[in-house]
């Protein structure tokens, strides 16, 4: 494969403190220094090499969640890294521009390492994407927003223990590592990547006076056209670009309203399903930079066709279980076969939320029950939020990486329920 060039990154997983609040020392993890680590931007065509160093005295892995790359670079359980190691995945960026990030995937582990702080965005550019009249400038009119909640102890530290079904919920909201967040805007479109990078909270994404904003990609990607919409929930794992419009001198604010999780009440009461929490404030400037008129037309994309589709699969969340198997480093559950499409139909059969991620692979969604996905479903997807007693049928083309020994993992991204074993293995050979 010829290269458009090399990047090499340097991440270092280890302890730090953080002051979230000025004068208070939270006990943290991260890549590279404090909480969280650096955005990485990779683009299309590229030769991607990591340097992984781990400093923590425990175990960890770093997975890169969407990314398209052969098993072994993947991240998963099985590729350890041991304290003081080095770990070198090495792979050729060979997906769309889309807006990725990378965390812990330790076996049983996953929930405590990603709260602690590991966790960072990676950002996928290609020509399509440069073509268009989007906001590019990262950090001016192009900003990751990484939404994490936590809760703090009266000492200052992270406190994890306050539960429900889903796991750790917090009462604080984080956005990059940082609390009670503002951006001063002074474009009048800013492009926002939002990331639940939560362990467990779902949120439902949209602005305090109401506003519509443009969907313009999901977990895989850019969409075809922006679709106007004032709220878009996303589960733990979930992505969406957005386009904000605004006008000089106002502030809004970025927020997330109860999000429907299709669970009673009481059942969403417990499970951070009732809570309105403000996330990031706009602070407009009084003069804007204008971004001019932005595409109504994003890239072209390919439907996949059920007709195409060689095997089906279903998959049944339950307990702390899928198919009433829990995870088992040792045994396999799926083998796919290289190129080939498939249909995998998942249900949730509790009254309570779960969600579903596939590594190494995008997907398209069918189905909802009896319904055509809503518009912020119709995109490339590769984590999805599971409505008890939905089936959602989800149809994907895997790539052509294989490898008979070393498997890809999907499971729910609830990362408490991941632990628990409500995950499995595929191969692709
Ligand atoms: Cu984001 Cu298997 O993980
Ligand atoms: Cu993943
Ligand atoms: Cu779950």
């Known amino acids: 494969i010829a290269a458009n060039g ?39 065509g590229e030769n991607v090499k990591v ?82 009249n989007l906001p590019r400038s990262y950090g001016v009119d192009d900003i990751p927003v990484v939404v ?13 223990g ?32 939002l990331l639940n990078g939560s362990t467990a909270r779902t949120y439902d994404f949209g602005f305090d006076d109401g506003r519509e904003f443009d969907l313009i990609g999901t977990d895989g990607g850019l969409l075809e ?3 106007a919409m004032d709220g878009i929930r996303l589960s733990a794992g979930e992505r969406a670009e957005v386009l904000v419009r605004v006008t000089p001198g106002e502030t809004v604010t970025l927020r997330s309203n109860p ?4 669970t009673s009440a009481s059942a969403a009461e417990r499970n951070a399903g009732a809570d309105t929490l403000d996330v990031l404030e706009l602070r407009v400037a009084d003069s ?18 059920a007709d195409d589709a060689t095997v089906d699969r279903s998959f049944t969340l339950n307990g702390t279980s899928i198919n009433n198997r829990q995870m088992e480093l040792s045994r396999i559950d799926e083998t796919v076969e290289a190129g080939a499409t498939e249909i995998w139909t998942v249900d949730n059969a ?12 995008h997907f398209q969604v069918l189905r909802v029950g009896t319904d055509e996905p809503t518009a912020e479903l119709r995109g490339w997807k590769d984590t999805i939020y599971l409505e008890p007693g939905k089936r959602y049928e989800l149809i994907m083309r895997f790539g052509e990486y294989t490898d008979a020994d070393f498997p890809y993992m999907y499971h729910c991204h609830m990362l408490a329920h991941e632990d628990d074993g409500m995950m499995g293995q595929f191969v692709v050979v």
């Open 350 to 361: 509790m009254p309570l939320p779960h969600n579903f991620h596939v590594h190494g692979v």
């Open 162 to 193: 306050v539960r429900g079904y889903i796991g750790a919920i917090g009462d604080e909201v984080l956005v990059n590592g940082t609390l009670g967040p503002y951006l001063e805007v002074t474009t009048d479109v800013v492009r926002l990547r």
């Open 259 to 262: 999000p429907e999780l299709g």
């Open 6 to 44: 090399d990047r090499v990154f340097d991440l270092t997983a280890a302890a730090s403190s953080t002051e979230f609040t000025p004068g208070v020392a939270t006990d943290t993890w991260g890549y590279n220094g404090s909480y969280l680590g650096p955005t990485l931007v990779a683009e299309q």
């Open 288 to 305: 804007l930079t204008s971004i001019g008129a932005t595409p109504t037309a994003l890239v072209e994309s390919e439907r996949l066709d």
């Open 225 to 227: 056209a922006p679709v």
């Open 148 to 160: 994490q909640d936590r809760r703090f102890d009266d000492d200052g530290q992270f406190d994890i």
């Open 51 to 132: 340097n992984v160093t781990n400093e923590l005295d425990e175990v960890t892995t770093v997975h890169w969640h969407g990314m398209h790359l052969p098993a072994e670079m993947d991240g998963g359980p099985h590729s350890v890294i041991e304290p003081g190691a080095l770990w070198q995945p090495e792979w050729t960026i060979d997906q769309p521009a889309a807006t990725l990030w990378y965390h812990p995937h330790p076996h049983e582990q996953s929930e405590q390492q990603t709260e602690n702080g590991l966790a960072g965005m990676f950002i996928l550019q290609d020509d399509a994407e440069a073509a268009l």
